[in-house]
């Protein structure tokens, strides 16, 4: 360390200087990487539905119980705020009629057929996982006669966790594809 002290204190004002910038460029960047690395995943699938055809199917209680079936549990209470700062509450039975799962939040952001930003909050009564805290973004954008979804789930723990939420996505994403299809 005296080492590193004598050979700073021999440098010139502008080598020090640029010493000084380069270091702070590199620390600076170290920390903009650890925030945005986060941990989060993304989703998306095309319809050949229009914008806001997709955006009611995400959003209207009827539909919703139609095509979103998360680990083969059945949408039985939906309670919708939909607006800046209004609350949600899924609850889903498994097939012993049980409550299995229950999902709640609030919304941060509504922008009809646009875009949704809300809290997303998982509570699996009967399993020893703790309750999760993950922030939901959906994004619905018209593509010519179709649409496209794009969903991103942020506030991941760890990498492990990512993939049944993955998949959940991707199967949510088909079988909705699949309703809007026959609808």
Known sequence: MKFIIQAI??????????????????????FNFMENNELKL????????????????????????QWWKPS?????????????????????????????????????????NEKLMYSWNWDIPTDTIKPSDHELTIEFVANGDGSKIKVTQKNFQDDESITPHQEGWDKALNDLQAYLNQK
């Open 72 to 112: 083969e549990n059945h949408l039985t209470t939906v309670n919708l705020d939909v607006r800046e700062g209004g609350k949600f509450k899924y609850e889903f039975e498994g097939k012993d009629h049980q409550i299995a799962l229950a999902i709640t939040g609030d919304y941060k952001e509504v922008k009809p």
């Open 9 to 30: 204190t021999q440098l010139s004002g502008l080598t020090f200087l640029k010493l000084f910038i380069h270091l702070y460029v590199v620390i600076t960047d170290t």
């Open 42 to 65: 993304g989703a998306e699938k095309d319809f050949a539905v229009p914008v806001e055809k997709l955006y009611q199917a995400w959003i209207t209680p009827e539909d919703l119980k």
